[in-house]
T-cell receptor
């Protein structure tokens, strides 16, 4: 079966750095997305990786290793507004988007 | 502001009743999607449409139906609601078809409770 694993919850301190991991086992691979979802709101797009390596976008970076079935989202200089759930999603060989359950990130002052 | 709207924002429904969730996008996107989101589970695809006039089944289609009469609208109907359909429903759209890697953009969601 197809599976995406992320930690359920993480806690970090304001101003620090946090890394949210995502491992996947899917039938084929055509790209990996990270979305942010604040409580009670819709998911919003953060990043997309299809090749191995690091994609940097301001305070957020996303890394992909296709051979390891692994990605991480790196958040730097954490702010209170970064408290949210972070969803990892993989496009499989049929171009269907498979979603992880999300990681709830709690930021403490 | 361009985007996706959903209605209603929330709804409490008696089991057995029929309900239609509305979704409209003004981005002229080809593909539209309906997901449900339940605590502890990832977003699960209910139905999708690659273009006006076509629809397809997702991972959890039973008990739901959709139509795509035009580019902008993609309503989701529960013919006879059951308590297990209590969930938050998100509509999304993307420029390409579901057979692409285009980013999906989400509406604000409808919180549905079936009693």
């Amino acid at each position: 079966g197809q599976n995406i694993d992320q930690p359920t919850e993480m806690t970090a301190t304001e101003g620090a750095i946090v890394q949210i991991n995502c491992t996947y086992q899917t039938s084929g691979f055509n790209g990996l997305f990270w979305y942010q979802q604040h409580a009670g709101e819709a998911p919003t797009f953060l990043s997309y990786n299809v090749l191995d390596g690091l994609e940097e976008k301001g305070r957020f970076s996303s890394f992909l290793s296709r051979s390891k079935g692994y990605s991480y989202l790196l958040l730097k200089e954490l702010q209170m507004k970064d408290s949210a759930s972070y969803l990892c999603a993989v496009t499989d060989s049929n171009y269907q988007l498979i979603w992880g359950a999300g990681t709830k990130l709690i930021i403490k002052p | 502001i361009a985007g996706i709207t959903q209605a209603p924002t929330s709804q409490i429904l008696a089991a057995g009743r029929r309900m239609t969730l509305r979704c409209t996008q003004d981005m002229r996107h080809n593909a539209m999607y309906w997901y449900r989101q339940d605590l502890g589970l990832g977003l699960r695809l209910i139905h999708y449409s690659n273009t006006a006039g076509t629809t397809g089944k997702g991972e959890v289609p039973d008990g739901y139906s959709v139509s795509r009469a035009n580019t902008d609208d993609f309503p989701l109907t529960l013919a006879s609601a059951v308590p297990s359909q209590t969930s938050v429903y998100f509509c999304a759209s993307s420029d390409g078809t579901s057979g692409s890697t285009d980013t999906q953009y989400f509406g604000p969601g409808t919180r549905l409770t079936v009693l």
